[in-house]
């Protein structure tokens, strides 16, 4: 497995994939004043890596934009990488590019998109939604049948209540309580949740 970019959130899906024993191919970062990341050389530039053969890869760059801007560009084959400790319940989906932190529970029939993270201790309750580039925070939880638009953010602690929609590429502020529909591109905070801008169009 590649991985594309040389973060801090690149150093917990490397501790994923050797958990689950799975081979590190190449890390690859367009900043080149960083040699290396948890033991593994930098082996180039990410135009370097577009010229190999059919590798996969996981894009780890937490900005949700970035990540859907390569993912587009690259146009190639996509691994997940699952924490051993995560709970997932046989019925859901998971697409291609997706990362599953320690801890992430996932209950019956939820839908997770292409190039999602669900970060450490995130509760996925039955039937949720979430999709393409959605990043959920640590300790986030998503009561049943909640519908994540995607590109959106939804910050450390966050919680929603059952059936809300949030709309795409919206924000979520740490500790929000979300007990009404978000629309796109709102930034929200506070307990209940309240919408104080709106993210630029892009």
Known sequence: MHIIGASGHAKVIIDILK?????ITGVWDD?????????FK??????????????????SIGNNRIREMLAKQLNLEFGIAIHPSSVIADSVEILAGT?????????????????????????????????????????????????VG???HIGIGANVIQGIKIGQW???GAGAVIIKDVPDFAVVVGNPARIIKYNTIM
Do not use: W
């Open 170 to 172: 919206a924000t979520i």
């Open 99 to 147: 990362v599953v932190m320690a801890n992430v529970s996932i209950n019956a029939d939820a839908y997770i998109g292409r190039h999602a993270i669900l970060n450490t201790n995130a509760s996925i309750d039955h039937d949720c939604k979430i999709g393409d580039f959605v990043h959920i925070s640590p300790q986030v939880g998503l009561a049943g049948n909640v519908i």
């Open 19 to 23: 958990l689950n024993k799975q081979d």
């Open 42 to 59: 930098i082996n180039g530039t990410i135009l370097e890596f577009k010229k190999l053969t059919s590798p996969e890869a996981i894009i």
């Open 150 to 152: 995607e590109g959106t």
């Open 31 to 39: 900043n080149e004043e960083i040699k290396c990341l948890s033991s």
